[in-house]
């Protein structure tokens, strides 16, 4: 009997080793089948997942962030502990003691589903495990890729440590509202930094990974502090808090950005503007899209935010001020149904969702509800409605014409309903008292068609600080700054000019300005000077103060196009400039950046400077990976400096043109300044800039600059088509870079520009360019500087035709030295110098003719 029992207890115990090494085989094989072709889990170890690039201006200040996952890539170390704990105790307590995966785990959800018939079914994985799933294989629930991280699990383990897998769960994970990484879901949920979050709101991140998708804070308040309170009963159950904290922690309500509790860090931020984004458009190009968006790059703007805020204000005035001279309505474009008008809950829900720009400063996007005999009543975004409500009373539209939709215009506004209908979406504006600020009403805005760009810049350094590529970033993205080609005009000049003084002309070369008639394959050209005169043999300087397309193309002609080219393409104007003799007034087309860029090197005493909207870039680790300014301190290893000095900073800049003929130029623009197209410039420091006016009027520029700042400013429409009669670029252009340069000038003032040896002062007659007495003084009498060898000869000076030689009557030949003019005594009893030959005060902007 006993040895019947046992050999049935041997016979169930060889059975039990038999089917024992039969199911380890079988295991063992599946895992060995599995367990070839896994992806490589090395690379885990230099794994760098996509993180937020952040922009910031130079005082430190966030101002944009450009990401294709939300996510701030922070080191194990800067994590605090609570949140560490928190995640644990949610997912996977046991993380410090098991080899990858959870046994006991395991089996306990494998029962748990048995049980239950399937209908209770929990996940197992450690945080080891999702780790694997996240970063190397797919999300879908199958026997095979839950054996495949099993494999790949006790692999991590081996490669590295528990805090580093840590890391990169806690930086990869998807916590909902677009946040990856738990610095990411602070700041989407609470906007606060990891450190500040406090145990209940470490727990409600550590509750969102379970199901992010269904864990909203709004719909589902009630759920997602469900979870939050058993997160924090097993922090407490666990250690890492005491029962005093989690009591009094669980009481607390659930609050949120998303409800309301607290401001978003986008709110925190400014609108995304011109600037930020071409910093994008230009790393993206010279880093990559890919790193740019996932490197977690840092990257320190060079903008100045208040003198942006300028540029942005006064190029908004001009593009206003000229849109509403035209008179025409046009406004948004937009409408609501009247269905969605049945309430004010519905009304801005509807507003809320119209594609309008909301980037303006003082402008609210509104809706008409009521059209009156003579007012209209209006729904404003963001503002609450009153007793009386809000209204467009008459008086503020007899300004306008209503463009139809057939392309025509109304007549002449008299009452609000001329302008509008119910259901318009409009842009409105409060309207104030001077002084007081006091409303007064609201008013009627429109985003103009008119476009334009603004850029300034440090002409030491190249550093951005200013940037405007239009009237609204929300209205339209293309960046007229960087991105519009369009025809620079007169502005172009002092590029022919520059070419002339290095080659042999002096400020008081004479210049024949006379008709030019040339044949060309496109027939016969005949440019003409922008007042429509000309004015006989005249002073280079003069001729550049006045803007003389006559004298400048007998320049060009002389000095060969060629020779002009090499200078645009030096300057970095163009790429390559067309040797036509139409180009040197300016009809080849360029940007306002690189007009701009240029001008800068007038300015610094013809030093190459490269323009640039970023100071340096860092990458996640903080390296330096990019730095703009490459000057070398010579003196900053010094202790101390002597008193009364600075650093000595070694420049070693390309020159680009000789100081003597930059501080010649400079002086000339000066006088274009004073007595020129710019005459409208008004600022306490002295400036020199010129004006371009293109054919037709298509585009207005000035471009100006004082001893360190350099501005450019352009308007035009986006299908070049004419300003009008009166548009010149010192009536639409000289207003816009005056109301910068005011804020530009009260932060970093102005100096007389630097004059550089080699050269001598010479006193001339600006007209006639006559050589005058050390002593002489007048209105005509100018102190011009001369490079040291270069004195013309005065009594035999050579003149300029471009053409090949003929007669010339020089001015003081011809009777236009003051004193061999005609004097006469007015009707007022004043008496008046006339001189002998044209008239020189009537000039305007120059340009294509």
């Known amino acids: 009997?006993?040895?019947?029992?046992?050999?049935?207890?041997?016979?169930?115990?060889?059975?039990?080793?038999?089917?024992?090494?039969?199911?380890?085989?079988?295991?063992?094989?599946?895992?060995?089948?599995?367990?070839?072709?896994?992806?490589?889990?090395?690379?885990?170890?230099?794994?760098?997942?996509?993180?937020?690039?952040?922009?910031?201006?130079?005082?430190?200040?966030?101002?944009?962030?450009?990401?294709?996952?939300?996510?701030?890539?922070?080191?194990?170390?800067?994590?605090?502990?609570?949140?560490?704990?928190?995640?644990?105790?949610?997912?996977?307590?046991?993380?410090?003691?098991?080899?990858?995966?959870?046994?006991?785990?395991?089996?306990?959800?494998?029962?748990?589903?048995?049980?239950?018939?399937?209908?209770?079914?929990?996940?197992?994985?450690?945080?080891?495990?999702?780790?694997?799933?996240?970063?190397?294989?797919?999300?879908?629930?199958?026997?095979?890729?839950?054996?495949?991280?099993?494999?790949?699990?006790?692999?991590?383990?081996?490669?590295?440590?528990?805090?580093?897998?840590?890391?990169?769960?806690?930086?990869?994970?998807?916590?909902?509202?677009?946040?990856?990484?738990?610095?990411?879901?602070?700041?989407?949920?609470?906007?606060?930094?990891?450190?500040?979050?406090?145990?209940?709101?470490?727990?409600?991140?550590?509750?969102?990974?379970?199901?992010?998708?269904?864990?909203?804070?709004?719909?589902?308040?009630?759920?997602?502090?469900?979870?939050?309170?058993?997160?924090?009963?097993?922090?407490?159950?666990?250690?890492?808090?005491?029962?005093?904290?989690?009591?009094?922690?669980?009481?607390?309500?659930?609050?949120?950005?998303?409800?309301?509790?607290?401001?978003?860090?986008?709110?925190?931020?400014?609108?995304?503007?011109?600037?930020?984004?071409?910093?994008?458009?230009?790393?993206?190009?010279?880093?990559?899209?890919?790193?740019?968006?996932?490197?977690?790059?840092?990257?320190?703007?060079?903008?100045?935010?208040?003198?942006?805020?300028?540029?942005?204000?006064?190029?908004?005035?001009?593009?206003?001020?000229?849109?509403?001279g035209r008179g025409v309505w046009r406004g948004t474009g937009e409408t609501l149904p009247a269905e969605a008008l049945a309430d004010e809950a519905t009304w801005r829900g509807a507003l809320f969702d119209t594609q309008v720009p909301r980037d303006i400063p003082g402008w609210y996007p509104a809706v008409v509800l009521e059209v009156g005999a003579s007012d209209a009543r209006i729904g404003i975004e963001g503002i609450e409605e009153d007793a009386d409500g809000h209204w467009i009373p008459a008086a503020d539209v007899t300004w306008a014409r209503k463009l139809r939709a057939d392309g025509t215009l109304a007549g002449r506004a008299g009452v609000a309903g001329d302008l509008v209908e119910v259901g318009d979406v409009v842009l409105v504006r409060a309207m104030t008292r001077d002084g007081s600020g006091d409303f007064i009403r609201w008013t009627l805005r429109q985003v103009p068609i008119v476009q334009g760009g603004f850029m300034a810049m440090d002409v030491n350094t190249g550093r951005v600080m200013a940037m405007q590529g239009g009237f609204s970033y929300q209205s339209s993205v293309f960046n007229r700054a960087t991105q519009a080609m369009r025809q620079p005009g007169s502005s172009f000049k002092p590029f022919v000019y520059a070419a002339a003084l290095d080659n042999n002309y002096t400020p008081a070369t004479i210049v024949v300005d006379e008709p030019i008639r040339l044949n060309t394959p496109f027939g016969l050209w005949e440019p003409k000077n922008s007042s429509g005169r000309h004015y006989g043999p005249t002073p280079l300087r003069t001729g550049i103060e006045q803007s003389r397309n006559l004298m400048t193309i007998r320049i060009a002609q002389d000095i060969g196009m060629e020779r002009v080219a090499d200078y645009a393409e030096s300057f970095g104007v163009y790429d390559t400039l067309k040797p036509f003799l139409a180009n040197a007034l300016g009809a080849q087309e360029t940007t306002l950046f690189k007009m701009v860029a240029a001008y800068a090197m007038f300015a610094n005493g013809g030093e190459r400077v490269e323009p640039t909207l970023v100071d340096r870039v860092q990458d996640r680790r903080g390296r330096t990976v990019y730095r703009h300014d490459r000057r070398v301190c010579e003196t900053c290893g010094q202790q101390a400096l002597p008193a009364g000095q600075g650093p000595v900073i070694e420049t070693n800049r390309e020159r680009v043109m000789d100081a003597v003929t930059a501080y010649q130029l400079t002086s000339m623009l000066e006088g274009a300044v004073k007595r020129g197209s710019g005459k409208g410039v008004n600022l306490p420091v002295p400036i020199a800039g010129k004006t371009g006016t293109t054919n037709d009027a298509k585009d207005v520029w000035f471009i100006g600059y004082s001893s360190n700042i350099v501005a450019g400013c352009y308007l035009g429409y986006d299908q070049p088509r004419t300003l009008g009669a009166n548009a010149y670029g010192g009536t639409l252009c000289v207003p816009v870079f005056n109301a910068f340069m005011r804020e530009a000038v009260a932060e970093y003032g102005g100096t007389e520009f630097r004059v550089p040896p080699g050269g001598h002062w010479v006193k001339i007659d600006r007209i006639t360019g006559q050589r005058l007495s050390d002593n002489a003084t007048g209105d005509n009498v100018i102190a011009e500087y001369f490079r040291d060898g270069t004195d013309p000869d005065w009594l035999s000076p050579v003149v300029i035709s471009g053409f090949g030689d003929?007669?010339?009557?020089?001015?003081?030949?011809?009777?236009?030295?003051?004193?061999?003019?005609?004097?006469?005594?007015t009707s007022t009893g004043q008496r008046k110098v006339i001189p002998k030959r044209s008239d020189f005060g009537t000039m305007s902007s120059g340009g294509l003719y």
């Open 1 to 324: 009997m006993l040895r019947s029992i046992l050999s049935f207890f041997g016979a169930i115990f060889s059975w039990f080793v038999t089917a024992s090494f039969f199911i380890a085989l079988t295991v063992g094989g599946i895992f060995w089948i599995y367990s070839r072709d896994l992806p490589g889990h090395e690379a885990l170890a230099q794994y760098t997942p996509k993180t937020i690039s952040r922009i910031y201006s130079g005082e430190g200040r966030l101002i944009d962030e450009f990401a294709e996952e939300r996510r701030i890539f922070v080191p194990i170390e800067e994590i605090p502990e609570q949140v560490r704990q928190a995640f644990i105790s949610a997912e996977d307590k046991n993380f410090y003691s098991h080899p990858g995966y959870d046994l006991r785990g395991i089996v306990g959800a494998a029962w748990q589903a048995l049980s239950s018939g399937g209908a209770n079914v929990r996940g197992a994985s450690t945080i080891t495990q999702q780790v694997m799933k996240n970063f190397l294989l797919s999300s879908d629930r199958s026997v095979e890729r839950k054996v495949k991280e099993l494999i790949l699990a006790a692999r991590l383990e081996h490669s590295l440590t528990k805090d580093q897998i840590l890391e990169l769960y806690l930086n990869e994970i998807f916590l909902g509202q677009n946040s990856f990484g738990v610095a990411a879901a602070a700041q989407v949920y609470f906007n606060k930094s990891l450190s500040e979050l406090a145990p209940h709101e470490s727990a409600m991140l550590a509750a969102m990974p379970q199901a992010p998708g269904r864990y909203h804070p709004v719909r589902a308040k009630e759920r997602v502090t469900e979870r939050r309170n058993y997160v924090l009963r097993e922090m407490w159950q666990n250690g890492f808090i005491d029962q005093a904290t989690y009591e009094a922690e669980s009481r607390l309500p659930l609050k949120s950005v998303q409800n309301g509790d607290y401001p978003s860090a986008g709110s925190q931020m400014p609108p995304r503007d011109y600037f930020t984004d071409e910093i994008r458009r230009q790393l993206s190009r010279e880093f990559g899209q890919e790193e740019f968006f996932g490197g977690g790059l840092t990257i320190r703007a060079t903008v100045e935010p208040r003198l942006q805020q300028a540029a942005a204000d006064a190029l908004r005035q001009a593009l206003e001020d000229f849109d509403r």
């Open 806 to 825: 003929s007669k010339v009557v020089l001015p003081w030949e011809a009777g236009a030295a003051s004193g061999q003019a005609t004097s006469i005594t």
